[in-house]
């Protein structure tokens, strides 16, 4: 059985058939969900789900690209759902550089970023963090906010492995999904290599990033096989045993029995 640490199904890429798609995921081999909010709106849509399916998880966060909808009444909107027993996790929160270049927002996405790690330690949950083209900000924010003393996983991993090896020093797990599959994902499969599994978590950010052989579909859990897979091959272990570690490492993290 697979645990997915992160989807996003309140996505409209699956409003014509989202529950068809998740009830058949939780009859097959997926066994855990967190369903990733990336705004308040998703985060809304995210413990919705999170209510209605017995084992779906919601992540309460703003992403990088979203602090627009930021503001203090939003914020501690945000804070109140942490209560709730359906949120396991504050995410996705972070810096991205890659859509965004103006300098000013930059600055913002720093103080909400600073803002939700704060908000994690003190509601003491873990950290889903997105990070890309980012690198330097995103450990500079994460020492000035003592995130190491904050469990969480740099989701959607994309820099070197000699950077990975850092964050797991700090404590983190390093999220894996469909580019490990790629052919020209050189680094991503260098860091499979080099980390140890016990540090590795599965996840699609479905519906983005299908593994080969769908590469540009619609992603889903179910494909999660075929990123286990890659990386049994890479650490040369069984599919199971990869199955297996990164389900324990998932519940570790978010305390889920
Ligand atoms: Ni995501």
Request: charged fraction near 25%; glycine fraction near 6%.
């Amino acid at each position: 059985m697979i645990f997915e640490t992160h989807a996003h199904y309140d996505d409209e890429k699956f409003d014509s058939d989202r529950d068809l798609v998740i009830q058949n995921l939780l009859n097959g081999r997926i066994c855990r969900i967190i369903n990733v909010g990336a705004s308040i709106e998703s985060t809304k849509a995210s413990i919705a789900l999170a209510e209605k399916y017995e084992n779906v998880y919601a992540a309460a966060g703003v992403h990088p690209s979203e602090i627009g909808g930021l503001n203090e009444e939003s914020f501690a909107w945000l804070k109140q759902q942490t209560q709730r027993k359906e949120v396991v996790a504050i995410g996705e929160i972070g810096l991205d550089y890659y859509w965004e270049k103006d300098a000013s927002v930059q600055n913002m996405q720093r103080v909400w970023f600073a803002r939700q790690l704060k908000l994690a330690k003190e509601c003491r949950l873990p950290v889903i963090i997105h990070s890309r083209d980012a690198a330097e900000d995103t450990v500079n924010v994460m020492k000035e906010n003592h995130a190491e003393e904050i469990p969480g996983v740099i989701h959607c991993y994309s820099y070197s492995a000699e950077l990975a090896k850092e964050f797991v020093k700090m404590g983190y797990y390093i999220g894996i999904g469909g580019v490990v599959t790629f052919k020209n994902a050189k680094k991503l499969k260098e860091t499979a290599v080099q980390i140890p599994l016990e540090k590795i978590l599965l996840e699609t950010d479905a519906p983005y990033m299908a593994p080969e052989p769908f590469r540009g579909q619609r992603n889903d859990s179910g494909k999660l096989v075929y990123v286990a897979e890659k990386i049994a091959e890479l650490k040369g272990v069984s599919v199971a045993t990869v199955e297996d570690v990164t389900k324990k490492n998932a519940k570790t993290l978010f305390g889920i029995p």
